[in-house]
């Protein structure tokens, strides 16, 4: 297991851009392989370096048993993976009580996932002990990347604390700072500096309403002893980067070349994100406390004919009144941000 694990937190520390996967289903709300293929392609040629599945852009309710529909989803995209020469490394979502979230780590190992997301969503109220106690034996199965679940859509408030004894944790390669908080993304970071294993943990944001300022930023802290700790984010793991993938992979090398002093590069990240933001409230439906996140972003990719439909498991998860209409002028207000072309280009190859 160490040999993996000190191979998985390289990987991740090299950065990158890692969607989050939407789960394509037909207009009678069955699993669409056709459409799931043709974003496992289009994410993995606009340049993904990993793709993370059944997570909440995935719809949490994947994981409920009586659906059986996580298993396909998972086998689907390794298999869809397995096309490609250099393949990106796969990130599993894992939820609910340390039984449940076991499982299902188990499953993705045996499909050759390389990594656990693993969030609070489905916990039924679990203390940040026992939390950290699911962690450790999911950490058994595959390294780790813990994620800190924005509480609008089913996370909780975790301490300092808390991420000072997860990352203290071996088998934790990586975390996922989603809070949409600014105050709660510094408790992780203060957090991970006091671990004292900062220099091997690799942070991702999925701050989906602060990309590039998260990208760009370096946050200084300090650990246990008191010693100045500069911490940066390598990459993102995002719900927003489902979309538009290869922009985001311009996004995310712009912000690289920013912070090795390219002014040009800077004043161009800069002014893409308050678009990116502006963006994202539309997609994500900010409006209405993200009520229409997933049909947001399910709106976007079938505009693009990379979905069928906006169909949801639930089917009372719908576009929010006005929702249509922000991104009508998010669409026309940044064509700099978006895939038109690429996808244009490989569309119908991606669909066969």
């Known amino acids: 297991m160490s040999d993996t694990i000190a191979d998985a937190r390289m990987r991740l520390l090299s950065g990158g851009v890692i969607p989050a996967q939407p789960l394509a289903l037909d207009s009678s709300r069955r699993f669409d392989e056709r459409h799931q293929r043709a974003l496992v392609r289009y994410h993995i040629e606009a340049g993904a370096s990993g793709l993370a599945v059944a997570v909440h852009s995935s719809q949490f309710s994947i994981h409920d048993r009586h659906r059986d529909l996580l298993s396909p989803l998972l086998e689907l995209v390794s298999e869809t993976t397995g096309e490609y020469d250099k393949p990106p490394f796969l990130v599993a979502g894992v939820t609910g009580d340390t039984a449940t979230a076991t499982r299902t780590a188990a499953l993705a190992a045996e ?18 002990q026992e939390l950290l106690e699911r962690a450790r034996a999911v950490s058994e199965i595959l390294p780790v990347i813990g994620f800190y679940l924005q509480p609008a859509v089913g996370g909780q408030y975790l301490s300092q604390d808390y991420w000072q004894r997860l990352a203290e944790i071996q088998g934790i390669v990586g975390i996922k700072v989603a809070p949409f908080d600014r105050y709660a993304t510094l408790d992780v970071l203060h957090g991970l500096a006091r671990s004292g294993r900062a220099e091997d943990i690799a942070l991702y944001t999925g701050n989906d309403d602060n990309i590039i300022f998260d990208l760009l930023s370096e946050f200084p802290t ?3 002893a008191g010693e100045p700790v500069r911490l940066s984010f390598r990459g993102g793991l995002l719900g927003q980067w489902a979309v538009w993938t290869r922009a985001a992979v311009h996004t995310l090398e712009l912000t690289r070349r920013a912070k090795e002093g390219d002014d040009d590069a ?3 990240a800069l002014e893409m994100s308050q678009a990116l933001t502006d963006a994202n409230s539309a997609i994500f439906d900010a409006r209405h406390d993200f009520r229409g996140v997933i049909p947001g972003v399910h709106e976007v990719l079938r505009r693009h004919g990379l979905l069928g439909g906006t169909w949801l498991l639930d089917e009372n998860e719908v576009l929010s009144p006005g929702q249509a209409e922000e991104i009508d002028r998010i669409w026309d207000a940044y064509p700099f941000l978006r895939d038109d072309t690429f996808i244009a280009e490989h569309l119908d190859r991606w669909l066969n």
């Open 222 to 224: 300090r650990d246990r």
């Open 266 to 268: 800077l004043r161009e």
């Open 111 to 128: 499909l050759g996932y390389d990594f656990a997301l693993l969030s609070s969503y489905g916990c039924g109220g679990l203390e940040e």
